[in-house]
């Protein structure tokens, strides 16, 4: 339950901010109509959820964005864009709040939610603005191309948030015996499930699965995506943008769930399961 709370609170987040920085002159106000109800959507079940749960803060802070969100969506309507967008930021801030309080109270921790939330905001948002050529075939080709933009860079601060961790592990690690590759391996592993660890058969399967989905097949996909934009065939794009959509959100949840299934090494050399509830892994 925890788990889909701080996957939703990084969604909305990372949307709000996308929607923020979307062109609003090039697209139409329908477009961040729809969005802003997604938003609106996706706040309450986290607000619902967090009562639940017994966070408090958490509720007020969702149910808050909830509202916010509503009065966006209804300020789209009326083409008061401005609003709207000031809206949208509003809805990010709150958020991001609750996004950087489910993690460890580390830089490097609220870096990596902060970037995980936005490369699943940011990909989700291409994907729908890619839909919304159907509604709009005269908007212009490059509104989408900047978007892919934004999403991969994006990507590229996650990713080198995350090599820098792992090279910050390899570095500061006792290393045993054992050959360069299963040190570096070791430190692939520390980074990615936030903390010196090794894994069980589930989370070997699942740190393969973040790395080949999450942080390496994501970016071949935005590159096709963006290459189909030359042709130019906004429809082809938007259905590559559809699997990134899965690839992102496999990826992410994936990260979450090493955060649950780290075999923590103890002092001793044996290794005890640890049932972690939120770890906020990257």
């Given at each position: 339950m925890n788990l889909l709370v701080d996957f939703l609170c990084r969604f909305s987040f990372g949307l709000a901010v996308a929607l923020c920085i979307t062109p609003s002159m090039l697209v139409p106000s329908g477009f961040f109509r729809v969005n802003t109800l997604v938003l609106l959507g996706l706040t309450t079940f986290a607000a619902l959820l967090s009562s639940t749960l017994g966070l408090s803060v958490n509720t007020w802070l969702l149910s808050i964005a909830a509202i916010v969100a509503?009065?966006?969506s209804v300020l789209w309507y009326?083409?008061?864009?401005?609003?709207?967008?000031?809206?949208?930021?509003i809805v990010a801030t709150l958020c991001g709040v609750v996004t950087v309080q489910f993690g460890e109270p580390t830089i490097t921790q609220a870096g990596v939610r902060i970037l995980s939330g936005c490369l699943i905001g940011f990909t989700l948002n291409a994907m729908l603005l890619g839909h919304w050529y159907l509604n709009a075939p005269?908007?212009?080709v490059d509104v989408l191309r900047r978007s892919i933009d934004q999403t991969l860079f994006v990507w590229g601060l996650l990713f080198c948030l995350v090599a820098t961790m792992v090279i910050w592990y390899f570095s500061t690690a006792e290393h045993t015996n054992a050959t360069l590759a299963s040190n570096v391996f070791r430190a692939v592993t520390a980074a990615t499930s936030g903390g010196i660890a090794s894994?069980?058969?589930?989370?070997?399967?699942?740190?393969?699965?973040?790395?080949l989905a999450g942080l390496l097949g994501l970016p071949v996909l935005l590159f096709m995506s963006r290459?189909?934009?030359d042709i130019p065939n906004t429809q082809s794009a938007t259905g590559i943008l559809y699997v990134a959509c899965l690839a992102v959100i496999l990826g992410e949840l994936t990260a979450q769930l090493l955060g649950m299934t780290v075999v923590r090494e103890n002092l001793g050399g044996n290794q005890n399961q640890d049932q972690i509830l939120i770890k906020g892994a990257s």
């Amino acid at each position: 339950m925890n788990l889909l709370v701080d996957f939703l609170c990084r969604f909305s987040f990372g949307l709000a901010v996308a929607l923020c920085i979307t062109p609003s002159m090039l697209v139409p106000s329908g477009f961040f109509r729809v969005n802003t109800l997604v938003l609106l959507g996706l706040t309450t079940f986290a607000a619902l959820l967090s009562s639940t749960l017994g966070l408090s803060v958490n509720t007020w802070l969702l149910s808050i964005a909830a509202i916010v969100a509503w009065f966006g969506s209804v300020l789209w309507y009326a083409d008061r864009r401005l609003a709207g967008l000031v809206c949208s930021g509003i809805v990010a801030t709150l958020c991001g709040v609750v996004t950087v309080q489910f993690g460890e109270p580390t830089i490097t921790q609220a870096g990596v939610r902060i970037l995980s939330g936005c490369l699943i905001g940011f990909t989700l948002n291409a994907m729908l603005l890619g839909h919304w050529y159907l509604n709009a075939p005269g908007m212009r080709v490059d509104v989408l191309r900047r978007s892919i933009d934004q999403t991969l860079f994006v990507w590229g601060l996650l990713f080198c948030l995350v090599a820098t961790m792992v090279i910050w592990y390899f570095s500061t690690a006792e290393h045993t015996n054992a050959t360069l590759a299963s040190n570096v391996f070791r430190a692939v592993t520390a980074a990615t499930s936030g903390g010196i660890a090794s894994l069980d058969e589930t989370g070997l399967a699942l740190l393969w699965l973040r790395w080949l989905a999450g942080l390496l097949g994501l970016p071949v996909l935005l590159f096709m995506s963006r290459m189909t934009l030359d042709i130019p065939n906004t429809q082809s794009a938007t259905g590559i943008l559809y699997v990134a959509c899965l690839a992102v959100i496999l990826g992410e949840l994936t990260a979450q769930l090493l955060g649950m299934t780290v075999v923590r090494e103890n002092l001793g050399g044996n290794q005890n399961q640890d049932q972690i509830l939120i770890k906020g892994a990257s």
